[in-house]
């Protein structure tokens, strides 16, 4: 059975139709990429898949169970997880606090703490930092963490190298890349061989559409597909 399941979705804001039958299936251990242009509806996938966009057609299936229309609280708590593209994280509270509010009231904190500080040791050494106070890759970081504290089986990753310096971006790989050996993820991700890097499998996006999909391996930017649709 597959972790997630999207089957014929069809997503709109207001009257602008923005999923047009999107299809897609995610397997646990894996990591998905979702590639494409600016506006092709990358995004909107990753939020309907948590029901803050709910589809007017189709559905959205997590572990077997129809998930569409529910309360995202309530898809949250299946164990999906997000990394939005702005991180979203207070900025006035600690490293530190910011994990502990997103660690369930049923979780030992101090093991999840310990277990994210293993995973990404420059958190450890700034626990004490105000969010607002860190660089753009520690603070990715900790978006990756804070996703990943709340027992999740699946995180949805949202433009995780977007504003980041080169060097600072391969940080965030790598803690990505260590990330996904914890948990399956789909990955929203405008560098190209990045996305292929970190991914088992693609979905190629255009004007709300699946053009194209399949394994990552072998596949580069000078193929005749990815050209036609990733080309400004």
């Given at each position: 059975?597959?972790?997630?399941?999207?089957?014929?979705?069809?997503?709109?804001?207001?009257?602008?139709?923005?999923?047009?039958?999107?299809?897609?299936?995610?397997?646990?251990?894996?990591?998905?990429?979702?590639?494409?242009?600016?506006?092709?509806?990358?995004?909107?996938?990753?939020?309907?898949?948590?029901?803050?966009?709910?589809?007017?057609?189709?559905?959205?299936?997590?572990?077997?169970?129809?998930?569409?229309?529910?309360?995202?609280?309530?898809?949250?708590?299946?164990?999906?997880?997000?990394?939005?593209?702005?991180?979203?994280?207070?900025?006035?509270?600690?490293?530190?606090?910011?994990?502990?509010?997103?660690?369930?009231?049923?979780?030992?904190?101090?093991?999840?703490?310990?277990?994210?500080?293993?995973?990404?040791?420059?958190?450890?050494?700034?626990?004490?930092?105000?969010?607002?106070?860190?660089?753009?890759?520690q603070q990715q970081m900790l978006?990756?963490?804070?996703?990943?504290?709340?027992?999740?089986?699946?995180?949805?990753?949202?433009?995780?190298?977007?504003?980041?310096?080169?060097?600072?971006?391969?940080?965030?790989?790598?803690?990505?890349?260590?990330?996904?050996?914890?948990?399956?993820?789909?990955?929203?991700e405008q560098n190209f061989p990045l996305a292929m890097d970190l991914?088992?499998?693609?979905?190629?996006?255009?004007?709300?559409?699946?053009?194209?999909?399949?394994?990552?391996?072998?596949?580069?930017?000078?193929?005749?597909?990815?050209?036609?649709?990733?080309?400004?």
């Open positions: 059975m597959s972790l997630l399941e999207l089957e014929d979705v069809h997503t709109y804001y207001g009257e602008s139709h923005i999923l047009q039958g999107v299809d897609m299936t995610v397997e646990e251990g894996s990591v998905v990429a979702l590639i494409g242009r600016n506006g092709v509806g990358k995004t909107t996938t990753l939020r309907t898949v948590l029901q803050l966009t709910p589809p007017r057609e189709g559905t959205v299936t997590y572990r077997g169970e129809d998930v569409t229309g529910e309360p995202t609280h309530e898809v949250a708590d299946r164990g999906i997880g997000w990394v939005p593209e702005d991180r979203r994280m207070f900025g006035y509270l600690t490293v530190e606090e910011n994990l502990r509010v997103s660690v369930g009231p049923d979780q030992d904190f101090e093991a999840v703490r310990d277990d994210m500080f293993d995973l990404f040791p420059d958190l450890e050494r700034f626990r004490e930092k105000e969010a607002r106070n860190l660089s753009g890759g978006a990756i963490a804070r996703g990943m504290v709340g027992d999740n089986d699946l995180l949805l990753v949202d433009e995780p190298s977007e504003g980041l310096a080169p060097l600072i971006v391969e940080q965030v790989v790598e803690a990505l890349r260590e990330a996904s050996a914890e948990t399956t993820m789909v990955l929203v991914a088992d499998q693609f979905y190629l996006l255009d004007h709300g559409t699946v053009v194209e999909s399949g394994s990552t391996e072998g596949v580069t930017a000078e193929d005749e597909m990815i050209r036609r649709y990733l080309s400004a």
